[in-house]
DNA sequence: ACTAAGAGCGTAATCGTTTACGGTAATCGA
DNA sequence: TCGATTACCGTAAACGATTACGCTCTTAGT
């Protein structure tokens, strides 16, 4: 591998001034000392070895960003966001899927602290992630998506920053829409009991259900992640309960349903009304008589993105939690429930 | 930030010594000052540096991973694909995002060179992409999707992997299938002209209506990304020229085109048979009466990966090129074309 | 009792780069 | 002519880890 010292001996001068020419400190240099320099790199084809630098300067200029899959469009569009950021600040993002396991967490968040990483961004497994030892090596944390505690279990104050959705409030507004179209017997499919988004989920629907007098109905709320094979019979149940309207988490869930509701000779015009929590690209075109709420996902990633980067140049100020909110689409011109068959 | 000699220093043992007891060297220490050595890293809350291992073991373990672009689904379960195979070996993975865009993919490349990475994975934007510095540096290279010159512009050999899925295969048997049904005016919607992989979809599509004596009708042919926008335009004047057919590249477009029939007042069981040469997991829910191939993007991942692992364990070995073969998925009980409106 | 072997450990070089510090020579001002 | 300033550049010390080499001391073998 040819190195500094390589260029510096044929370039007859020190490695320092080398290193000065190459890294375009100015007014160090005689100009004709630059060109002979620059021209002995190009000519052996010197490639600067960023171990050796980062080593000497003490950081790696890159972010670890973990979030449980790649393979949810929202994350796709969020990890975009935050790419797009780094790079315009000169940083690197290196990805890793936690698929919500703590091993692996564990495993990425070691593997930041070694390698020294500028920051990390991620959407923590659960409460008690072990980020105590990055803040300590002065790495800024970001928490994505779900909230961390700013104190730290042995009591000491954390500074990181929290990015979060509206999820309640999203789903609220999304149940209240069903209200006013004139649905009253909603059923909600909110995810897993488990997850903290899917319970907020619910909550919000609970609430607008309570604000309109109306009582919840725990046999039109069913708590699962709702598959393909799951969805024929959660549909099915949900109306010969009589649902009227259905609220969904996500576009899988929502596709789970109109599938059902086709193999039961139903659509969504003659059938009960649906609003999904989140919506993916193609469910306007699949869709487009249904009510979602969109997700400001890149957005996402650029928030959380820049106040990583308002940490690493001031890294005193206070934690924050910012929130986004989602935006509500409306079919045009719908009408209200239509009769079961 | 505590070091290796700090803890040293504490444990009463020489940097040699703290580094083969945590580094788990057999017989090298004895079970005494293994123990203290690790009791005083704990108590110190040692994080070994990389940066400076890196430097001294010369390689960085990890991998760079460049892909047009995270949003696409089959790019995601690729990468799964990798990490996996990387993880179980030890290695990490740093993933890009090119865009297709050459200057983001140079940028991208430079930083592998820089960081030494161990292996490079990459779908390339063109023929003609920089690696020969890299396969210079002894970093591995393997070319996904897309095939590169096994020798370099000025002559040189190269030693690179290429794995290909069979795009122009896919799309003969896709268009043979049609033309099985009973169809006889199949239109072609394989993406852009200017697109290496979506030419060979038109290539396949062209060699099944010769095999069995048809004419290519161009006006029945469409090169562009057929968006949600321009499907409607694009879907009514196939049906225009009496088209009873439409092989579609990929999902998107197939969404845009069943929505198009929809919007006409027609579906895919009163209307042109169509076959999508990829299939995204919600496609078979969405329109279970579709034909569609599958492409086993996972196990993409997987064989580049170890591709890539062979390579780092001998060098030398010959180029080697693999093609995974798609797989096609008719519905069941289907039946010939129907009759225009 | 003397040698050989081997266990256990320390010294110091090394990886490639950056940069504080100091030195030399040229230039300028008075 | 002398001192001060400045432009240019080299020396060498870091950064944190690994590891070749050699040393000491114990143990075993003869």
Redesign the pocket.
Known sequence: ????????RRA????????????G?P????????QRVRAVARELQ????????N????ESRSWTLLLPTIENPFVTQLSRGIEDVAQASGYGVLMGNTYDDPEKERAYLREAEMSRASGVLLTPTSDDVAIDTLLDLGVPVVSILRPLPTRSPNGADRKLDIVLNDTAETSRRGTQSLIERGCRRIACLPGLYEDHTDRLRYEGYKQALEENGLEVDLSLVHFSSVSEDLAPDVTRRLLQRKADAILVANSLTALGVIGSLKSLGLDLDHGPSLFSCDSASWMPILAPQMSTARQPAYDFGTTAANLLLDRLENPSIDPRTTVLESTIHQPVGHQGPATGP
């Open positions: 591998m040819v190195t500094i010292a390589d260029v510096a007859n001068v020190s490695t320092a001034t080398v290193s000065r020419v190459l890294n400190l007014g160090q240099a005689s100009e004709e000392t630059q010197y490639v600067p070895n960023s171990i050796g630098r080593l000497r300067r003490q």
